[in-house]
């Protein structure tokens, strides 16, 4: 996964602007925003989309959606509401192959895809 720009960005080749990271588990402020907060959050471990999830991966999905729930708590977007997307090959709008949660917030969202 020599250029894959999020394990780039896990290596720390890449810059990024954190928002949580532990041994699995690393989101950042996405640089292009479609929402006023804008946090990818991604598997440390390459897993190219959705479609590529192995059994053994199961609790990691698990425990990125309790990260998702974290953040958003600590970006006091909780209660109001919140948007996670998961795109999923490119017909699905998956840009970056390596999975990836888009945690959109900050305002009222429509109808609008990531």
Known sequence: MNNCLFCKIVKGEIPSEKVYEDEEILAFKDI?????????VIPKKHIESLAYIEK????????????????????????????????????????????HFHL?????LGEKIV
Do not use: F, S
């Open 104 to 108: 959109l917030a900050g305002t009222k």
């Open 32 to 40: 292009n925003p479609a929402a006023p907060i804008h946090i990818l």
């Open 56 to 99: 053994e991966d199961e609790t990691l999905i698990g425990k990125i959606y309790g990260v998702i729930n974290q953040i958003a708590k600590e970006q006091g977007i909780k209660e109001k509401g919140y948007r996670v997307i998961v795109n999923c090959g490119e017909d699905g709008g998956q840009e970056v192959m390596h999975l």
